[in-house]
């Protein structure tokens, strides 16, 4: 480290441009590398691994949506809304409902799919990873879950099995579910189909590899090096 050589002179401290004597020849040396050092701090830059992202805080519980009368026969009542007690205990509405993982649930797409996805790899580790959107579990026939079956729901639920059986889904929780006795099942089957039916596609999964050009979220546990 490089420092100004002081003297004193009438009562003032001034910077020494001229040293003289052994010194003179340290000083051009450290005159020859200060423009360096200064270079090397100018271009150094602070790796930030989260630059392209911000932190959200997500909403995970919501109320469901309430049962539409005439639904459901009324010998099931208890049924239905015991389907919907579970459905807001397991926490679904804050992935299945639009705006929900960024803070901001559309009460008005209430279990009707996300707009946002849920990375299922590192996007900090993997520059493109795989992303599901959640779906919409509303009885809608077109987008949402009203042409499935009572069997193709169960599956879904309890083993995070598509629609086709082709696949698991990657971030559904179905092994907190796999214990779910089958009255429970049957109540959250019910309950959903007495929902009001809500219009809404979500966009198609993202295969690892592939750019994402919607929106994604990523749940991590991080520790300290």
Known sequence: MCFPLYHRAEGRHRINLQ???????????????????????????????????EELNSTTILDAPAPVPGNFAPENRFMVERGEYLVELLGCGGCHTDGA???????????????????FMNPFRN??????????????????IGTWSDQQIDA?????????????????PWQGYAKMNEEDVAAVVAYLRSIKPVKHKVPDAVKPGTRATEPFVYFGTFRSR
């Open 19 to 53: 040293p003289k004597g052994g010194l003179a020849m340290k000083y051009r040396m450290c005159s020859l590398l200060l423009p360096l050092v200064l270079a090397a701090c100018a271009t150094e830059t602070t790796v930030y691994p989260y630059a392209g992202h």
């Open 156 to 172: 879904a639920i309890k083993a995070g099995i598509g629609r086709h059986a082709n696949r698991r889904i990657a971030v559904m």
């Open 127 to 144: 520059e493109m990873p795989g992303v599901i959107y959640p779906p919409n579990i509303t009885p809608d026939a077109e987008t949402g």
């Open 101 to 119: 993982l960024e803070g901001a649930p559309n009460m008005d797409k209430s279990l009707a799919g996300s707009g946002v996805g849920i990375a």
